[in-house]
């Protein structure tokens, strides 16, 4: 792939939150403020799904380019399909993407307990806080 220079890389990315992990002391009830406190773990990466089919590579000779008009053999496309997995990795293992998977770990954990604890007492409600 010579001239090649840069990628834009699309996938889908999973993270996940291990709730074995919760215990009885992770969950606290205060009756004086109405609050039950449970504390989850940080969210951590499941899996990627790369999606070869929206990848936009960058050429400094051609502009930019679809990955469907440039034709790879097996072997470069696995390489190439590394290299991309190898970066989302490291992208998503930089601070603020681990802030958002953890943002994003405490609203999920949220709708699920606040309807259950709803439904047995509507004057509760849930925080949901980090271990």
Known sequence: MPGLCFFITVALIVSTIDLTQITADDISLNEDTYELTIRIPHAVLYKTI???????IGDA?????????IKLDAEQQKEF???AE???KTRLSEKECLEEAD????????ETYQPIVKTI???????????
């Not at 790369?50 to 936009?56: G, L």
């Not at 000779?61 to 008009?69: D, T």
């Open 50 to 56: 790369f999606d070869p089919s929206k990848t936009e």
């Open 61 to 69: 000779q051609n502009g930019w380019l679809a990955f469907g008009s």
């Open 81 to 83: 399909e590394v290299t």
């Open 86 to 88: 190898q970066e989302l």
């Open 103 to 110: 943002r994003f770990a405490k609203l999920s954990a949220y």
């Open 121 to 131: 007492s509507p004057a509760y409600k849930v925080i949901i806080e980090f271990q």
